[in-house]
């Protein structure tokens, strides 16, 4: 569709570029599509009338004729050239999320190309238990405070750079982003709860790390951070605020 689209806004620069104003030194102008300066004559073909007409040169004001012409010309070049790096720019968008596969997930750019994370198996440790947290299950039934943890205190996953770029594709829309993980004792600390009596509700406390977002397609995202990361423990995580299901892609900048 763009590129119809392109085509006829070509076609149009095209036609407004064929046509030229030829102004007279009275003020007023005649519309043709080309002229010619042959002694003291000018010869012109007339879009009006359809046909080749010719006026004294004494009576054209060839330098405000030229001046326009050349200003039209330059202008229709930027817009020539801004048309064709738009279409450049979605061509290349749409070859960018085609590379990246359909399922839902986290996928590492490296080399230029999406490179699949395998999604983190996260823990709930309360004063009262540990155990798995399953995605999308319902609240375990704990109150007070919690962490969300990792098994380890180090990534297997690592980045090869202090700004890595990541894509997401969500299977619903919720939260997501980068955080610093905090490692313990033979864990990593995701996130920490505080979960209201009565409602359930969960406050959920993290190590944001401010990110750019690039919405490329319906679902699909790239992320990268602002600042370079500091070396350390990481993990892109998505989750739904309150809900108390949250998913983990952990990786690692070792410089």
């Keep these: 569709m763009f590129r119809f689209v392109f085509a006829f806004l070509l076609l149009a620069v095209s036609a407004l570029a064929a046509t030229i104003k030829l102004y007279l030194t009275d003020g007023s102008h005649h ?20 046909e080749w007409e010719e006026i004294p040169l004494k ?17 229709i070049r930027q817009e020539t050239r801004a048309l064709a ?41 309360s004063s009262k238990r540990r155990s798995v947290l399953k995605v999308l299950s319902p609240l375990p039934v704990v109150t007070g405070k919690a962490n969300i943890e990792l098994d380890g205190e180090r990534s297997a996953s690592l980045v090869s750079s202090d700004r890595p ?23 990593r600390v995701v996130q920490k709860w505080t979960i209201i009596p009565v409602t359930r509700e969960i406050v959920e406390e993290q190590q944001d790390v401010e990110v750019f977002r690039k919405q490329l397609d319906e679902g699909l ?12 423990e990481y993990a892109v995580i998505q989750y ?5 299901n949250v998913q983990i892609w952990d990786f690692a900048w070792r410089p």
């Design 240 to 244: 739904t605020q309150g809900k108390g």
């Design 31 to 50: 519309l043709v599509r080309e002229y010619q300066v042959r002694g003291d004559r000018v010869r012109y073909y007339s879009v009006e009338r359809s």
């Design 165 to 187: 770029e990541f894509y997401i594709r969500l299977a619903a829309e919720e939260r997501f982003g980068i955080v610093r993980v905090t490692p313990q004792k033979g864990v």
């Design 85 to 125: 790096e738009e279409e450049k720019f979605e061509r290349e968008q749409r070859q960018e999320v085609e590379r990246v596969p359909q399922e839902a997930g986290v996928y590492l750019v490296a080399g230029g190309e999406p490179k699949a994370i395998a999604p983190a198996e996260s823990k709930i440790n």
């Design 59 to 75: 009576l054209v004001d060839l330098k405000r004729t030229q001046a326009e012409r050349a200003e039209r010309e330059e202008a």
């Design 221 to 232: 995202y790239k992320l990268w951070p602002v600042e370079p990361l500091k070396p350390g």
